[in-house]
């Protein structure tokens, strides 16, 4: 059984950072990781999507966001820089784990960013 929770969600100002956490219960090792937002009442947007040697982001986010993971804490991070108040969503990471197919989501954090 893989669990994934998520942390660091918050409320900054414009032009703030946070740091969101993403870590993986178990033994089995992170493989894929892709973090989304949604915001209530819209689609849920991929934001970035990592494989243990390369990453790829969204438009919106490239250049601000950097994802980053921790093998040995079977964690995956984004950092978010330069915030501004239409990021405001909760980000959901999903994981999949060497040797299964399935998707392992998180809980979601809400982050908001003020004017």
């Known amino acids: 059984q893989v669990q994934v929770v998520e942390s660091g969600g918050g409320s900054v100002q414009a032009g703030g950072s946070l740091r969101l956490s993403c870590t993986a219960s178990?033994?089995?090792?992170?493989?894929?990781v892709t973090w989304y937002r949604q915001v209530p009442g819209k689609q849920r947007e991929l934001v970035a999507i990592?494989?243990?040697?390369?990453?790829n982001y969204a438009d919106f986010v490239k250049g601000r966001f950097t994802m980053s993971r921790d093998n040995d804490k079977n964690a995956a991070y984004l950092q978010m820089n330069s915030l501004r108040p239409e990021d405001t969503a909760v980000y959901y990471c999903?994981?999949?784990?060497?040797?299964?197919?399935?998707?392992?989501w998180g809980q979601g954090t809400q982050v908001t960013v003020s004017a």
């Open positions: 999903a994981v999949t784990v060497v040797g299964r197919a399935a998707d392992y």
């Open positions: 178990g033994s089995a090792r992170i493989n894929w």
């Open positions: 990592s494989s243990s040697s390369s990453s």
